[in-house]
């Protein structure tokens, strides 16, 4: 969890990516929300693909973007 809330503090504002397997990911979501639990993990499908946006090293919104629609939007808006 350091090397997470060092790179949420050095990338402050930007946008970064991070790769990680499901069930790190849920340990990385439940360390800010305990609300991403098991149940969370269980309920995911693999891949998957989760925006997340934080202020500060506060996790404020949890989108799921494996819809066609929604990653492409997010990932090639600017291309």
């Known amino acids: ?5 060092h ?5 402050a504002g930007q946008t970064i ?3 990680t397997h499901g069930n790190i990911m849920a340990i ?3 360390y800010f929300d305990t609300r991403y ?7 995911t499908s693999k891949p998957d693909i989760y925006q ?3 202020e500060g090293v506060q996790l404020n919104t949890v989108q799921r973007l494996n819809e066609e ?7 090639f ?3």
């Open 37 to 43: 639990g098991y149940d969370f993990w269980k309920n």
């Open 28 to 30: 990385i979501l439940h």
């Open 52 to 54: 997340c946006i934080f």
């Open 7 to 11: 790179l949420l503090e050095k990338y």
């Open 1 to 5: 969890m350091p090397e997470i809330i």
């Open 69 to 75: 629609n929604k990653f492409r939007e997010f990932f």
């Open 17 to 19: 990516v991070i790769g």
């Open 77 to 79: 808006k600017n291309v």
